[in-house]
């Protein structure tokens, strides 16, 4: 996967019409300042719902899909989530646990 110059990757994730990127740019200074960048590789697992706690992170390239927690074998797709979005947030704020299980559907980076 070609490398995402640093500044195309902060514009993925702040120049959305979505929560962040409405937030002002102080806030968003404040978050992306303490974000550490990460690749994962396609078909590897983020978090899953039994885990006690999900990282608080934003896509910057790739997809993610989101299975559902409940059922039995093949969990179904919930929802396929592109660049720009950010999840985990309920862990951090509301302290809750995860709802459902994130995987990589292709590489990507993530803050």
């Given at each position: 996967m070609p490398k995402i110059p640093m500044a195309e990757r902060i514009a993925v994730l702040t120049r959305n019409e979505g929560w962040f990127g409405r937030a002002p740019k102080e806030f968003q200074d404040a978050i992306l300042s303490r974000c550490e960048w990460r690749v994962h590789p396609a078909?590897?697992?983020i978090y899953q719902a039994t885990d006690d706690h999900a990282d608080f992170c934003g896509v910057a390239d790739g997809t993610?899909?989101?299975y559902s927690r409940f059922g039995a074998g093949d969990n179904?797709?919930?929802h396929i989530a592109h660049e720009g979005f950010w999840m985990g947030y309920g862990t951090v704020v509301a302290g809750e646990r995860p709802r459902s299980s994130r995987a990589d559907d292709r590489?990507?980076?993530r803050s």
């Open positions: 078909g590897q697992t993610v899909d989101f179904p797709l919930l590489p990507r980076l």
